[in-house]
């Protein structure tokens, strides 16, 4: 049965897709791997913390017991805490405007204003899912194609299996809470 939702896709792979403020920056020849190195570092450390986040407070089964209200409760404080913390972050450390974007660990497809990367440039691709984490997850890849209206597509180079299994996680929580909010009743 059709739920009027589409698996976003990208490569023929899971993709989150967001609308983020992300940026393009390009990046000398060749890579260096040093600097690839740390950015599979930091990015290892920002997905992790926004698993952890996402995982947060989500109980398998509901549990009517007073722990569990309290438990509620805390999680609601926390999550208003990161939210306000997010928030100063976010006024301390300019970032880039919000634009539409999918990715997965291959590539990513997004809408850029002019002017745009030259075609084959090779960069890396600053990507901020939550204000609450201050590093940006950074991807390293090439411009593959670039439509005239400002989609561009990069395709990246291969961030390493734990980051990958990661993305590809990052993907699928996603995807199964859109699938989710479709099937929930709607109240009255």
Known sequence: MYEGLDTI????????EDVVPLEWRPLPEPFDPAVVGSFADRNLRSLQALAALEE????????????????ARLDL??????DM?????????PRPRPASIRFNA????????APYPP????????IYLR???????????????IAPDGRIKARFIPPGEHI?????????????????????????
Do not use: M, T
Not at 85 to 93: I, P
Not at 106 to 113: C, R
């Open 9 to 16: 896709v990208l490569y023929e792979e899971l993709a989150y």
């Open 56 to 71: 947060h407070g989500q109980l398998e089964k509901p549990d009517d017991s007073q722990h569990a209200a309290d438990i």
């Open 77 to 82: 404080k926390v999550n208003l805490l990161l």
């Open 85 to 93: 913390v997010g928030k100063l972050l976010v006024s301390s450390q």
């Open 106 to 113: 291959l590539g990513a497809v997004w809408h850029a204003g």
């Open 119 to 126: 075609l084959g440039n090779q960069g890396v691709l600053e």
């Open 131 to 145: 204000d609450c984490i201050a590093e940006p997850l950074r991807l390293v890849g090439r411009i593959a194609s």
């Open 164 to 188: 990958a299994d990661l993305l590809e996680k990052l993907a699928f929580r996603k995807h199964r809470r859109q699938v989710a909010g479709v099937r929930q009743p709607k109240k009255p």
